[in-house]
């Protein structure tokens, strides 16, 4: 590292840093947090309400999603009844659209649609328009999900955003963009994956993640959890919070 | 349990127009709509990737208020909402996936019926 360009005016062994994230807070923010004051300063709902409910949505999960998706795989009645009414069949596992908490839900909006995947047409999902979710199936979106980045890259370069989570599909697959733009909220129903015969629902839910539910990635056995490949930068940029032994 | 069969309310530029009550879906499964290239005032949820592109009518959704007109707490008309299906080709020119789709949702005044 001795030849990294030296900045400020000491003549110190100094490495360029980079500069700390400065917490932000944005104008859509504030106005959260006015619009909530004033709501609780009226009386529509006391500030302990509020923890109460955030705290619900943030604890959520993937989990609803990936029980609807092994009921649906088991169980043909469930899902002839999932795919007619998506919102009815998550009561049936206990999953409650409208209120969840008894006085409020995560959702904006309950229209939900179960876009079912078959061996050569895969759905993802994303939203153009903001960060669309299917919150009380899902739980909180992921923070990629939200970025500026994955939204406007993947309707136009799908199968290249897709192989960057390490999903490469072959040609003769259809990939299908649902672009969640408006009211209706998106599940995908992924193809229940070869080995899995025999398997119980509770099984059968642990390989069912978040990704494959967005459209990101396939079930597979064995894999319970969503990981996603990690490049190591070629030219990284070192720090001195890094541990000397890293450079 | 209202009995009229026509009912009154503003549009999204403030003009009262009359209109049935309930809501008579324009479009069915299959048929060939094209996204307008509409103007609007501050808020739209027509993506402007969509405009202007000829698409199918993949599903009928739920009908709703435009969102046009919720934005402005505008009282306005509810239409009825539909999955548009467009091919990637026809989207992107250099799209190189014959069979590749993209769809997204739109209420049915942003559609123009295509023969």
């Not at chain 1, 500069?19 to 609780?40: C, H, K, Q, S």
């Not at chain 1, 939200?146 to 897709?162: H, I, S």
């Amino acid at each position: 590292m001795t030849d990294t360009p030296k900045y400020g005016s000491s003549g110190a062994d100094q490495c360029h840093k980079a500069a700390p994230t400065v917490g932000e807070i944005t104008d859509f923010e504030i106005l959260e947090i006015a619009v909530r004051e004033l709501a609780i300063e009226r009386g529509l709902f006391t500030a302990d309400d509020h923890r109460r409910f955030t705290e619900f949505a943030e604890s959520i999960g993937p989990a609803g999603g990936s029980r609807l998706v092994a009921k649906i795989w088991t169980d043909p009645a469930f899902k002839a009844r999932a795919m007619q009414d998506p919102v009815k069949a998550c009561l049936e596992i206990g999953i409650d659209w409208s209120k969840p908490t008894g006085f409020g839900t995560p959702s904006d909006y309950t229209h939900l649609t179960i876009l079912e995947n078959t061996p050569t047409l895969h759905h993802v999902i994303t939203c153009t328009l903001c960060s669309c979710y299917p919150r009380p199936l899902l739980g909180m979106s992921p923070e990629w999900y939200r970025t500026t980045n994955y939204r406007r890259r993947l309707p136009r370069w799908p199968r290249q955003v897709l192989a960057e989570f390490g999903l490469i599909l072959p040609p003769e697959v259809e990939v299908r963009v649902e672009d969640s733009n408006q009211k209706c909220r998106f599940m995908v129903l992924p193809v229940r994956p070869e080995g899995t015969e025999n398997w119980t629902e509770e099984q059968l839910a642990e390989i069912v993640t978040r990704d494959c539910m967005i459209g990101v990635a396939l079930p597979r056995p064995g894999k319970t959890a969503d990981v996603h490949p990690v490049h190591k930068a070629r030219r990284p940029v070192h720090s001195s919070h890094q541990e000397e032994g890293a450079r | 349990m209202k009995s009229k069969t026509m009912e009154k309310s503003q549009n999204n530029i403030g003009v009262l127009e009359e209109h049935p009550l309930g809501v008579q879906p324009r479009f069915k499964v299959g048929d060939r709509v094209q996204l307008r290239d509409m103007p609007y005032f501050f808020y739209t949820r027509s993506q402007m990737w969509a405009r202007g592109v000829v698409g199918t009518i993949a599903a009928l959704t739920y009908s709703d208020l435009v969102p046009e007109d919720e934005a402005f707490n505008v009282d306005g008309r509810v239409e009825q909402y539909y999955i548009v299906r467009f091919r990637q080709k026809d989207v992107w020119a250099d799209y190189p996936f014959e069979d590749d789709t993209i769809q997204t949702e739109s209420p049915e005044r942003w559609l123009e019926p295509i023969s």
